[in-house]
């Protein structure tokens, strides 16, 4: 059964750091990883999607990679601003399915 | 392009009463899904479509839990009766059927059981 984990569980940085969130996966047998931003009481906005055959994706301030071998994923966030406080889900799509699964996500507090 | 859109976006019942979310998926989606998320969990799939055919219902508590898509489109997700422990939001979401296609989300229904 795959599962995801995301560390660390919540992170506060002052505004202008940049940073890193951690997502493993324990079966490498994946589509693709994409990471999700929640605001709260709101749904999930997609941020990137990376392809099983790909390394990395990059979107403005954002830069995630992955490495299916050892079932990691990381997202980069450069130069945090106060409006990045959100929080962030990883989810692998399985091999031979549709199924996305979710990591329980980190909750990033960027402080003026 | 409309996104997914959910209703309703918040419902609060009392336990043993019924209640219906209903979801109307991106234009062209054949893959929908309706995911279950409680507070400060990850969302968790209760049941995913392809078309009109219900393809993995594995985690849908079937005494108590129905959906349907009719038409391949649109789709609802029922409970009856609800219980304490259903309070969660529930998002739908859409794709197509691809491996490099993003899942896009709804807004999602707060439900309270009281």
């Known amino acids: 059964k795959q599962e995801v984990t995301q560390i660390p569980a919540a992170l506060s940085v002052p505004e202008g750091e940049n940073l890193v969130l951690n997502c493993s996966f324990t079966?490498?047998?994946?589509?693709?990883l994409q990471w999700f931003r929640q605001d709260p009481g709101k749904g999930l906005t997609s941020l990137l999607l990376i392809q099983s055959s790909q390394r990395e994706q990059t979107s403005g301030r954002l830069n995630a990679s992955l490495d299916k071998s050892s079932g990691r994923s990381t997202l980069y966030i450069a130069a945090s601003q106060p409006g990045d406080s959100a929080t962030y889900l990883c989810?692998?799509?399985?091999?031979?399915?549709?199924?996305?699964?979710f990591g329980k996500g980190t909750k990033l507090t960027v402080n003026p | 392009e409309a996104g997914v859109v959910q209703s309703p976006r918040y419902k609060i019942i009392e336990k043993k009463q019924p209640v219906a979310f209903w979801c109307n998926p991106i234009s062209g989606h054949n893959t929908l899904y309706w995911y279950r998320q409680n507070l400060g969990q990850g969302p968790e799939l209760l049941i995913r479509y392809e078309n009109e055919e219900a393809v993995d219902d594995s985690q849908l508590p079937k005494d108590r839990f129905s959906a349907e898509r009719l038409k391949g489109v649109d789709s609802t997700l029922k409970i009856q009766p609800a219980e304490l422990g259903d309070s969660a939001v529930y998002l739908c979401?859409?794709?197509?059927?691809?491996?490099?296609?993003?899942?896009?989300f709804g807004q999602g229904t707060r439900l309270t059981v009281v």
């Open positions: 079966d490498s047998a994946i589509y693709n």
């Open positions: 979401a859409s794709s197509l059927i691809a491996p490099g296609m993003r899942a896009f």
């Open positions: 989810a692998v799509k399985e091999g031979g399915s549709e199924k996305l699964v």
